[in-house]
């Protein structure tokens, strides 16, 4: 598959190398799916940035011929109209059948060339309102962090950008490539937005929480069984208040969500890489059995087990 990333001048560097790390960081390792990633520039080279330094991007705008995601990365603070030229060239993407997406400010370029019309959208909380005000098409949505609407995404402010571009890798390439690649960037996209997503946390690494660590470690190791939070707190020697607090700190939701998400997250891998029933998938993950995990999965992922292992396959098919 083909990424085109679409840089301008006087873009902020961070904001280009979002998309670029995550649909890149695969090329060393021989074993997982590769993207052919292409920045392309929107305006004449070499273009200026906010770092003091400029880039010379290998492509223009022809580059996101045959692309098959094009990523508006950013866009400029003053959110200003963009140019015919990228306007044509986002409208031509879209009609081929390209999947678009938008990242913080980025949306609107999108929202301009129409793309989202009649759809919901994210942007940075600083600026959804100018947004909804200048395109009153647009559905904009203010609490989510990203948002999947009719094959277009778009996605609030920079860490936002990771946590959406980690939740198209997964689509694209499943659980496990987009877990290792966040581990890869020492990144945890633990947030939830319009489109449920779960990748897994970093277990704490300190002295001090080696006991806590544990046992999320056998709660992670053993997820087809039940597990008890006094249970749980008293083998880390320390009050159920304490532990849910420390919990909370440690991985920014409660454990009844961590623990559902750590399932999920499971169950996706099983499809994906085995022939297991949907049975058998559903006992191993700790649904126990597949009419919960079928619950579950449409009520978390808006799919069912049986569709989610058949769209993967298909998506890896494509990678090949």
Sequence with gaps: MTVAVIAFDGMTPFHLSVPC????????????PRFQVRVCAADPVPLGTAAGFAITPEFG????????????????DDCRDASPSLLDALRAASVRGARMVGLCLGAFPLAQAGLLDGKI?????????ALAVRYPKVKVDREVLYVDDGGVLTSAGVAAG???????????????????????????PHRQGGQAQFIEWPLPVSGSDGRFADV??????????????????????????????????????????WLLN????????MLEKSEASIDVVAQEAG??????????????????????RKLFRQQAELLE
């Excluded at 790390?21 to 997982?32: C, H, R, S, Y």
């Excluded at 959208?121 to 309102?129: L, P, Q, R, Y």
């Design 121 to 129: 959208a994210a942007t940075h909380w600083n600026m959804a309102d």
């Design 287 to 308: 649904f126990g059995t597949a009419l919960s995990l079928r619950q579950h999965f449409r009520a978390s992922l808006q799919t069912s087990p049986s569709a989610y």
């Design 61 to 76: 705008l022809e580059g996101l011929d045959g692309a098959d995601i094009i990523i508006m990365p950013a866009w400029h």
């Design 262 to 269: 750590q399932r999920l997250t499971h169950a996706q891998g």
């Design 162 to 188: 990771l946590d959406c571009c980690l939740f198209l890798l997964r689509q694209l390439a499943g659980a496990e490539v987009a877990n290792r690649v966040a581990r890869r960037l020492l990144v945890a």
């Design 216 to 257: 999320l470690a056998c709660v992670t190791a053993n997820l087809g069984m039940d597990h008890n939070i006094d249970a749980l707190a008293e083998r880390a020697a320390m009050s159920r208040r304490n532990f849910t607090r420390h919990f909370r700190q440690a991985t920014g939701t409660s454990f009844k969500q």
């Design 21 to 32: 790390l995550v649909f890149g960081a695969q090329l060393n390792e021989p074993d997982l």
